[in-house]
């Protein structure tokens, strides 16, 4: 605490990401990021970037990128937001929409940022339980509310929703912005997109830093229709005009364009995540199934923490959760095979 700051400032309970340490040898599989490097024509469009362009501001609307995924997802030039990661266009969505006099509804396991955010923009939420499966029940949703958010996939579930159980959802909520958190959609879920058109209502938000392997360059993105994309940007041009660096544009914009590479490092992903689940519940492990790059698993006779301590004295880092409800569970970032398997071994040695 200190004397100079604001009242706001004394009240923020701010939010931890997963560690970085610097450790020689170290498998990190706690943080969701990508065990491929980016595509090598992400690789040459940076090293082709012409650096005298650093001299200038970039292009504030990004409309180069936003064309490019525009393409992509087959949606119109003004559906599309993009900003400095996909955390950035979720704060800049709780902003414009969700500070309203009901409560912002989100699930009590999800993504723990959205609490943080409400806390910097003072929004009221209320947080509806995930069922025993630690599913996401959408008829929980069916009561009034300022806004409604959650990822799908959930984090750190892994459990994905179907598009009609999404489309249900939309039914039955009109009156408020729903947001969709893809930032795993491309491990396996179908993506809300689909529904932008249907309801005007729905922002879809998704990231580079997961499927596409550029968590080090910070962008994110949104589709959804114009008159949403429109309330971003208003609120984006009222705090930082240039969220995206230049060359992260450049980086992203090649990403996109070599699907070939997207879709190899993706299925490697996924196969590996097969062969981890397989193992783990071979090892006794309760695992949810999983649609994302990562794997939430309890072992029935050992405790979470130890194994975390166990794998972590073994040079192996996964992710910890000290919260209710999810003490006894790990969440695992599907790493290279190589790495999933040495993590098995680890597993092994520890039980
Ligand atoms: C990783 C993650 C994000 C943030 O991604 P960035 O684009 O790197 O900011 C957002 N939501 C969820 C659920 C995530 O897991």
């Not at 004397?3 to 004394?10: A, E, N, P």
């Not at 230049?246 to 995540?273: H, L, M, N, T």
């Not at 939430?296 to 194994?307: C, G, I, Q, V």
Request: net charge negative.
């Amino acid at each position: 605490m200190s004397k100079y700051w604001s009242q706001l400032t004394r009240t923020l309970d701010p939010y931890v990401p997963g560690e970085q340490p610097k450790i020689d040898g170290l498998i990190k599989l706690n943080t969701n990021e990508n065990p491929y490097p980016p595509s090598p024509k992400v690789v040459e469009a940076i090293r082709g970037f012409d650096t005298d362009r650093l001299r200038l501001y970039p292009d504030p609307n990004s409309d180069a990128l936003k064309q490019t995924l525009a393409t992509y997802y087959q949606v119109a030039n003004n559906q599309v937001f993009v900003g400095n990661g996909s955390d950035e266009v979720l704060g800049l969505a709780f902003m414009a929409f969700f500070k309203q006099d009901k409560p912002l509804l989100f699930p009590d396991i999800s993504y723990s940022f959205y609490p943080v955010y409400c806390g910097l923009f003072e929004i009221d939420y209320q947080c509806l339980p995930l069922n025993d499966r630690f599913e996401i029940d959408v008829d929980d949703y069916a009561t009034a509310n300022g806004g409604i958010i959650f990822p799908n996939p959930n984090a750190p579930t892994g459990r994905a929703l179907g598009l009609a159980t999404i489309r249900r959802l939309l039914q039955q909520n009109t009156e408020s912005v729903v947001v969709v958190d893809e930032a795993y959609i491309d491990f396996g879920g179908e993506s809300a997109i689909a529904l932008v058109d249907e309801f005007p209502n729905l922002l879809v938000v998704q990231t580079f830093s997961k499927s596409r392997s550029l968590a080090g360059s910070r962008v994110g993105f949104a589709i959804g229709s114009a008159e949403l994309i429109d309330g971003l940007e208003r609120v984006k041009n009222s705090f930082n005009s240039y969220p995206l660096d230049a060359y992260a544009s450049v980086a992203a914009i090649a990403a996109v364009q070599d699907q070939a590479y997207f879709e190899q490092a993706r299925d490697k992903i996924i196969a590996s995540r097969q062969w981890l689940d397989q193992e783990l519940s071979q090892l006794g492990f309760e695992v949810l199934p999983s649609a994302a790059n990562f794997i939430f698993a309890k072992h029935p006779a050992h405790d979470a923490a130890a194994l975390y301590k166990g794998l972590r004295e073994r040079k192996i880092l996964v992710r910890y959760f000290n919260k209710p409800r999810i003490d006894q569970h790990l969440r695992i970032t599907i790493g290279t095979q190589h790495e999933v398997e040495a993590l098995v071994t680890a597993l092994k040695q520890i039980l």
